[in-house]
């Protein structure tokens, strides 16, 4: 019989969890103290220890730091006061997950079943390269992967960052899937694409009549994703004053719907995720610090694809191969292809390399995709020390569609420069720089913001205050 060590200091909480433990025919032993639970792991061998951070005569730290040789390897650290320090620390020492008292019974029983081997920790890559729903083999995915393997089976709070692109949501549902969470719902949210009049009812719910409109109870999206994961894309969006309320679940475990008086639970593993830079999104106001530092528990940082072109080919084939499935119809790469695919820088990421597969599969007439019907760079020039960036020529198929540069110009049909009259304001050049890509890019938005550097939401934002200040923006 499997038996479990439970070390607590309270003992109403440690005789919950002994009756739990027992409850599903394992043996359990309790300790109050380290000392206990030093003469319990020698009188016998825990497959699972259960070990409360803060003990009379100790930290449950001191525990996790001495002789590895007798911990068991499922080792669950439970904390009254959480914080960034001791869950990183935790992880660290080789804790398998940090819970936050009161424990869930649901999550122990998780932790139980493991043991029986009902559910593994996490499963192997279905083939070659895949890793849950990513792919590539290159040193920097392989680094993200290790880091979701270790993250995924706690119930660590996780913040993805990285371009737009570069797939933050795909980690998010890797996390998901790889968790002992991964048969409960796995929701996502644009915190950017909710109007900010509704995002808190979206988010906490709403109760019937708490505000004009409101003609039926709404349950958010924390209690439809309960038992599983909340992931918040673009969290940097969301407006400063519903990132008060959002810290307060995040550090309580409890929410409240808008009109509503009753607190109620929030069993939600949270992944947030931003295209911006954390620090720099916390200087300048679109982030508050505590909630950085509360969503920045376990972060995990995604390369650009041009730092990872390796694995152009293997993502490339993968594309290709999913649209081959839906339309029916088989092609493949020529090599020549493949080569030019690194010769290209990939402002946009992943998501703009399917986007060139998908466009290439459609304009290739034969089985064989040449080089001639994927983007090319033919003047890319590196940034030097003191000067600015130079055009970058892109060109879709065998039609060429100009040099952008970042000088560029006003309302001509063929434009390919801009050319900023000094005296013009910073958004006077920024508006004709826009309104200049996205007629070169056949005003393709995702491609226009990709060719910009900037994300689709942002580029969405300027063209509606364009609209909204009847700028007369052509064909948005």
């Not at 730290?61 to 001495?66: K, P, R, T, V």
């Not at 459609?362 to 020039?381: C, S, Y």
């Not at 940034?383 to 879709?396: D, F, I, N, T, V």
Request: with cysteine; glycine share 6%; charged share 25%.
């Amino acid at each position: 019989m499997d038996h479990v060590l439970i070390v607590d200091a309270d003992i109403d909480s440690a005789t919950m969890l002994r009756g739990l433990v027992a409850s599903q025919q394992f043996s359990v032993a309790v300790a109050h103290s380290l000392r206990d639970a030093r003469r319990q792991i020698i009188l016998q061998t825990p497959q699972l220890i259960f070990l409360d951070s803060m003990l009379p005569d100790g930290n449950g730290f001191d525990l996790l730091s001495e002789n590895e040789a007798r911990l068991p390897p499922k080792l669950v650290l439970m904390t009254s006061n959480a914080s960034l320090d001791s869950a990183v620390e935790a992880l660290r020492m080789g804790a398998m997950d940090y819970l936050v008292k009161p424990i869930s019974p649901s999550r122990v029983e998780f932790f139980l079943s493991g043991l029986h081997g009902d559910k593994k920790p996490h499963e192997e890559p279905e083939k070659p390269g895949r890793f849950g729903k990513m792919w590539g083999t290159s040193a920097p995915m392989k680094k993200v992967y290790e880091q979701i393997e270790r993250v995924a089976t706690t119930s660590i709070t996780v913040l993805v960052t990285g371009e737009s692109g570069t797939g933050k949501e795909l980690v998010a549902q890797t996390v998901h899937e790889l968790s002992s969470r991964k048969d409960m719902p796995f929701l996502a949210v644009n915190c950017g694409a909710i109007s900010p009049n509704l995002i808190e009812s979206e988010i906490f719910g709403h109760e019937k009549g708490s505000f004009t409109g409101a003609e039926r109870q709404h349950q958010g999206f924390f209690e439809r994703a309960a038992g599983g994961t909340l992931f918040l894309d673009e969290v940097t969006e969301m407006p400063l004053d519903l990132q008060v309320k959002l810290l307060r679940v995040l550090e309580t475990g409890r929410f409240m719907r808008v009109g509503s008086t009753q607190s109620r639970q929030a069993d939600v593993r949270v992944v947030a995720a931003t295209n911006r830079v954390p620090e720099q999104a916390v200087a300048e106001g679109k982030l508050r610090e505590d909630v950085f530092y509360r969503l920045n528990v376990f972060p995990i940082e995604l390369p650009p694809l041009r730092d990872r072109l390796s694995d152009l080919p293997l993502l490339a084939t993968h594309f290709l191969r999913d649209v081959c499935e839906q339309e029916g119809r088989a092609k493949e790469f020529s090599e020549a292809a493949l080569n030019q695919l690194s010769l290209y820088p990939w402002p946009g990421n992943v998501r703009e390399l399917r986007n060139a597969v998908q466009r290439a599969y459609v304009m290739a007439p034969g089985q064989l995709i040449g080089p001639e019907w994927l983007p090319v760079a033919d003047d890319l020039t590196s940034l030097k020390a003191g000067e600015s960036q130079r055009p970058l020529e892109r060109r879709q198929g065998p039609e060429a569609l100009g040099v952008l540069s970042a000088q560029s110009a006003g309302n001509t049909e063929n434009v390919t420069e801009v050319h900023v009259p000094i005296g013009f304001t910073m958004d006077q050049a920024e508006k004709m720089l826009i309104q200049a890509t996205l007629k070169q890019c056949l005003y393709q938005k995702e491609r226009t913001a990709a060719v910009l550097g900037i994300s689709l939401k942002t580029l969405y934002n300027r063209l509606k205050s364009y609209r909204a200040n009847n700028e007369g923006v052509e064909k948005l």
